[in-house]
């Protein structure tokens, strides 16, 4: 059963895996996002991910709240995102998920909060 701390700790900081390999170990072949109210479809998430991992050194994950019940899945954290230009992005989010069969997130819907009076997101 994936965690998005795990899905996060690959897709950011496990260079070994290709975007692809990080993708499909954590995120089901029909799998959708919905962030802030808006949808993306799996391959606008891969090439968001792919982008974000040409910039993003490095992700910290810190879990204040997690909750699995059956194929439903909750979870509150913060990442901070330090990018190759020294940049640093702090945000607080909110998720609620359903995995599939396999243990991999099939849908995520999140709410961002942006830290630290940031005004962009990556």
Known sequence: MSTIKEA?????????????EAINRH??????QRTNGS??????????????REIVKHATITVLDE????ERYAERHIVDLVRHDGERIRQEVYV???RDPDGRFARI???TLILDNQQETP
């Open 109 to 111: 819907e999140e709410t």
């Open 8 to 20: 996060i700790e690959d897709l950011f900081n496990n260079p070994q895996l290709s975007a692809d």
């Open 67 to 70: 909750l699995v019940d059956g």
């Open 27 to 32: 995120f089901g072949p029909d799998f959708r």
């Open 96 to 98: 609620f998920a359903q």
């Open 39 to 52: 949808w993306d479809d799996r391959p606008t998430f891969f090439a968001r991910i792919v982008h974000l």
